[in-house]
């Protein structure tokens, strides 16, 4: 057995025993670790679990002060500091500030995290069912990742991984630098055939006569109107492209009579350019597709 105490006071063999000796028997006692290590030991601690704690306030000779496991956290932990501090269970209640690491993964109830950063995570990694991330940055992970379920986030960056559902009304743009993005059945995208459920339209562009001539730049619509005060000439059309239809509707002026003549880069049949109606307020409509370079149009005359 291990000695537990260390008597500063010994008696002689057949020696007399005084009231003195007694008290010093007690009084100069030295408690060794043993004491402690020799007994059962617990492998759970109950908040009402009671422990001894030595009292800064109090001088050598008091006793130590009793408390309860719960007492001691709750005070300990609300007023302390931390350094290096590791969890490897739940952390279910209180409020977090600074900066905490945690190994494999963690829950989160409720509460605001300025800033989120997930490293290398080879088991399921954080759940977030409430709350606001203003900024949410997914590092590697090889099991499942992180799963956010309703709340904010304003910025999310995702190097590598997938967003398997993602459903967002957009304040502002996404974009996507490298990658496919796959797109379901209610968007419209370059390289797939789809049907349009619903009217699409161009909205139509006025052209502006300037000095007797007419600017037609395509990159603005597909679609454009011209209301002809004078005799007047289409300039040869910017940015046309190849394969693509342009519309102009235009319309005779207050008074009519008004003619519009046309630059080598509009071709009509048999080399004949159309000559508008006459009459006021008359329209025509010219139609057009291009090879990228001249606009091959046919017209429409007389809509009065």
């Known amino acids: 057995m291990a000695i537990k105490f260390n008597r500063s006071q010994t008696f002689s063999t057949n020696g007399t025993v005084t009231a003195a000796g007694l008290h010093n028997l007690i009084d100069g006692t030295d408690i060794y670790q043993a004491l402690i290590t020799d007994q059962p030991s617990l492998t759970a601690v109950d908040p009402a679990d009671s422990i001894l704690i030595a009292d800064a306030s109090l ?45 494999t993964s963690a829950t989160i109830t409720t509460g605001t995290i300025p ?14 069912t409430t709350g606001t991330i203003p900024t949410l940055t997914a590092g590697t992970t090889t099991g499942t990742a992180g799963i956010f379920t309703s709340g904010t986030v304003a910025t999310l960056n995702s190097t590598t991984g997938t967003i398997g559902n993602l459903s967002t009304t957009l304040a502002g743009d996404m974009t996507i630098s490298q990658g496919t993005a796959t797109v379901g059945t209610r968007v419209a995208v ?115």
């Open 115 to 128: 800033n989120l950063t997930a490293g290398t995570t080879t088991s399921t990694a954080a759940t977030i």
């Open 190 to 304: 370059l390289n797939t055939a789809q049907q349009y459920s619903r009217a699409h339209n161009f909205a139509a562009t006025a052209l502006t006569i300037t000095s007797g001539t007419v600017p037609w730049d395509l990159s603005q619509n597909q679609v454009a109107t011209l209301t002809v005060t004078t005799n007047s000439t289409m300039n040869t059309p910017t940015n046309p492209q190849a394969g693509s239809t342009y519309v102009m509707i235009v319309t005779q002026g207050t008074g009519g009579s008004n003619t519009l003549s046309f630059s080598t880069a509009y071709k009509f049949p048999s080399g004949t350019v159309p000559s508008l109606s006459t009459g006021s307020s008359q329209v025509d409509v010219l139609s057009f597709v291009s090879n990228g370079t001249v606009l091959y149009g046919v017209s429409s005359q007389n809509f009065s």
């Open 59 to 103: 001088t050598a000779g008091d006793a130590p002060r009793q408390t309860t496991v719960s007492n001691l956290f709750d005070d300990a932990l609300s007023g302390g500091t931390y350094t290096g501090l590791n969890l490897t269970g739940a952390l279910t209640f209180g409020t977090a500030t600074g900066n905490r690491t945690v190994s």
